[in-house]
């Protein structure tokens, strides 16, 4: 029987984990918390050098190193495998936070800016996941499950009134990508689940919080954006020992911002 101490349930210490798009943002949050709590954190995100400074300075926390790549591509995904491949005989935690958005209005929406938010938000995930998998593979159990977590968004739950029509799309298809591998995966001792943050600071929000976020404050149920260890707890969760048999879930992360039909 496994320990029921906290410190047991919510450890991941020494696990193997795996952060698309973990040079800043919510992929940084998620990573810095791995990293400060004793696990072997690889990040991978476009640009080499951000990366590569982004790992060398959690570095001095613990474990992390940068594979720079584009996951939109099938050049940069094998990239990552490769890496992955032959400096790892297992991976216990794959999560798939790597995304771009792309802002216009619906009638003036370029067909180059919907492939760039499909090809990294949704068909990266799809295809890097089914990469990974005999990876997780050599991790996974039905006690100890290895775990899938894609990062999604409130705007694949709700209809956003802001002008990004296609993100919103793609992270219906994440969230739905996320219970479609939940039940594939499952019998083969590795969970998937999804995190759907609402606001954080990060590159991609910058510019509307900078314009907006006394109105996003005031429309959230909670009066406030969210912060590091929001994200960087709940990715631990779902990670840990607590959250083995969760499976299939998406998980708001937002003060209850999903509620409202605002922003």
Known sequence: MSSLQI???????????????????????????????????????????????????????????????????????????SKL??????LDVLINNAGANWGAPFEDYPESGY????????????????????????????????????????????????????????????????KILAIKMAGKGITVNAIAPGPFPSKMTESMLNTFQQHVEKANPMRR????????GIAVFLASAAGSFLNGTVIPVDGGMHLNAIM
């Open 115 to 178: 492939d760039k938010v499909m090809d990294l938000n949704v068909k990266s995930i799809f295809f890097l996941t089914k990469e990974l998998l005999p990876l997780l593979m050599k991790s996974a159990s039905l006690e100890t499950p290895a775990r899938i977590i894609n990062v999604g968004s409130i705007d694949g739950i709700r209809v956003s009134t802001m002008d990004n029509s296609a993100y919103g799309v793609s992270k219906a298809a994440v969230h739905h990508l996320t």
């Open 7 to 81: 410190n047991n349930l919510f450890s991941i210490k020494d696990k193997t984990v795996l952060v698309t798009g973990g040079s800043r943002g919510i992929g940084l949050m998620i990573a810095e918390t791995f990293v400060e709590n004793g696990a072997k954190v690889y990040i991978s995100s476009r640009k080499a050098a951000v990366c590569e400074a982004v790992a060398e300075a959690l570095s001095q926390k613990g474990i992390c190193i940068a594979v720079p790549a584009d996951l939109s591509t099938e050049e940069g995904r094998n990239t990552l495998v």
């Open 85 to 90: 491949n032959a400096d790892e005989d297992s």
């Open 225 to 232: 954006i969210g912060v590091p260890g929001d994200m960087g």
